[in-house]
Nanobody
Framework: QVQLVESGGGLVQAGDSLRLSCAAS????????MGWFRQAPGKEREFVAA????????YYADSVKGRFTISKDNAKNTNYLQMNSLKVEDTAVYYCALDRSRIRTASMASQSYDYWGQGTQVTVSS
């Protein structure tokens, strides 16, 4: 079993930065790709960023490319989402997810992910 715990969300102003963390625990947490998704009120969950197990491959939604950076520390089984130049439209609940089936790549499809965190709220005010 795998547990994912997100942290780092909060209320910020447009243009500010936040760093989200996702700590993974459990035997199956190793050797897995990880990703971030978000869901705004009244909208479907959407892909934000993903990273392969090695960290060598990263993937981003067009809406966050150039502003967000995903990284990971395998020694800590933790991945991070650095969010810069935040916009009001980035407001959402952000979810961390783990995909046990991928090591060298990562998926942008939510159905590929086996485990999900509880989510952390990010609110960006104008």
């Amino acid at each position: 079993q795998v547990q994912l715990v997100e942290s780092g969300g909060g209320l910020v102003q447009a243009g500010d930065s936040l760093r989200l963390s996702c700590a993974a625990s459990g035997r199956a947490a190793s050797n897995s790709a990880m990703g971030w998704f978000r869901q705004a009120p009244g909208k479907e969950r959407e892909f934000v960023a993903a990273i392969s197990w090695s960290g060598g491959n990263t993937y981003y939604a067009d809406s966050v490319k150039g502003r967000f950076t995903i990284s990971k520390d395998n020694a800590k089984n933790t991945n991070y989402l650095q969010m810069n130049s935040l916009k009001v439209e980035d407001t959402a609940v952000y979810y961390c997810a783990l995909d046990r089936s991928r090591i060298r790549t990562a998926s942008m499809a939510s159905q590929s992910y086996d485990y999900w965190g509880q989510g952390t709220q990010v609110t960006v005010s104008s």
